[in-house]
């Protein structure tokens, strides 16, 4: 396994309109993670997942997003009506369990128009 | 609420120049601390767990130290190869999700 991967890496979407992502963790990480990041920040946490259970969302997730892992594997983070205030790259993370390390993958930048 | 505040915001150093990036927090119940490292459109990668005040840990020219409100990252002799934005996320809870600052952005010239 060579890592977290994302697809796509890159999405241009007009406003109103709905994306989703994708994510595949590292095979053995029972726990993954979703985090947004813009320029000059940090990322932020949105939501994360222990196997297949959704365990906490970010106070901050607007109700147009939504996440899924079905399955305990890979996960989907969609938008629905996309703003502008969307635009962002999105990053998805996995460890082994609560506490450890996150391995980051190479995030999918959203650019909304 | 857990806050991060990440000092310089910028760095400019000549290669083989050494300095120390600052992590300051204020999270309640502390459970680790994380580096990581990253390049311009990519995702972070993890430099250092940090898990009590006293403990140090090295990777090549990085060391990072913890206390009970700050964190260092010591750069030894630094490289062009190290300029990066370098990632501070202490981690809190039973949930241990971290919260990242904005970072130090770090060039090092040749």
Known sequence: DTGVSQDPRHKITKRGQNVTFRCDPISEHNRLYWYRQTLGQGPEFLTYFQNEAQLEKSRLLS???????????????EIQRTEQGDSAMYLCAS????????YFGPGTRLTVT | EDQVTQSPEALRLQEGESSSLNCSYTVSGLRGLFWYRQDPGKGPEFLFTLYSAGEEKEKERLKATLTKKESFLHITAPKPEDSATYLCAPASGGSYIPTFGRGTSLIVHP
């Open chain 1, 63 to 77: 109700d147009r997003f939504s996440a899924e892992r079905p399955k305990g594997s890979f996960s989907t983070l």
């Open chain 1, 95 to 102: 460890s082994l369990e609560a506490g450890s390390e996150q």
